[in-house]
């Protein structure tokens, strides 16, 4: 990643560790792994009006109901996105029954090329987790859906080949649709798994 992109990041990153009431290390296996965990209510998440990869209209209340793995990026992104989405599919195996519990919301930053029915077709990626909502709009509810969860993004480039610099946390939100815990990109399925287990328990 370029220097400029991991600074980014990283400020990000910041920003939602200053916002969550407590940040542990963990360290699984040897080596040191982030664990962002909240014991009180955190600034991150919010209202969004988006519609879904069918054209649906939909808002925050999506997230009510069902434990939920909240991820921002685009379809033309070339490693992180697929990977991340990659990785949660692992995850949910890793959880095992209580994986079926785990809902996962892909919400483009990319909406100039993002439409409904190409999130749609992209997400039917054999590799990628089976059920996952895509959810896009306009840019300016983009942006808010953006900010509401502290997700850093920019354009960069002209012309068709452009691409997108974004945060690479998954928010994993709870039943009530507040956050729980921030799960970093470099988190592996098995740990993550145990980081979401652990905030069901917690409830």
Not at 38 to 49: I, K, L, M, N, Y
Not at 67 to 89: N, R
Not at 148 to 156: G, H, I, N, Q
Request: aromatic share 8%.
């Amino acid at each position: 990643m370029p220097r400029k992109s991991v600074l980014l990041f990283a400020g990000a990153c910041i920003a939602i560790a200053a916002a969550l009431a407590v940040v542990t290390v963990v360290v699984v296996g040897g080596r040191q792994q982030s664990e962002v965990v909240s014991t009180g209510r955190a600034d991150v998440g919010g209202p969004f009006q988006l519609v879904d990869q069918t054209g649906q209209a939909v808002d925050e209340s999506i997230l009510e109901g069902q434990w939920t793995a909240v991820f921002f990026g685009f379809t033309h992104c070339p490693d992180y996105c697929p990977t991340t989405l990659q990785s949660l599919k692992a995850t949910r195996a890793a959880m095992g029954e209580r994986g079926e519990d785990l809902e996962i919301v892909f919400i483009s930053i990319d909406p100039e090329r993002d439409t409904p029915e190409f999130l749609g077709d992209y997400l039917q990626t054999s590799s990628f987790p089976e059920g996952v909502t895509g959810l896009t709009g306009t840019p300016e509810q983009v942006a808010q859906a953006a900010r509401a969860y502290r997700a850093f993004f920019e354009k960069v480039g002209d012309g068709p080949g452009y691409t997108m610099n974004h945060t690479l946390t998954v928010y994993l939100m709870g039943p009530d649709g507040e956050f729980r815990s921030a799960l970093t990109h470099d988190l592996a399925p098995d740990d993550a798994a145990r980081v979401i287990l652990n905030a069901m328990e917690r409830g």
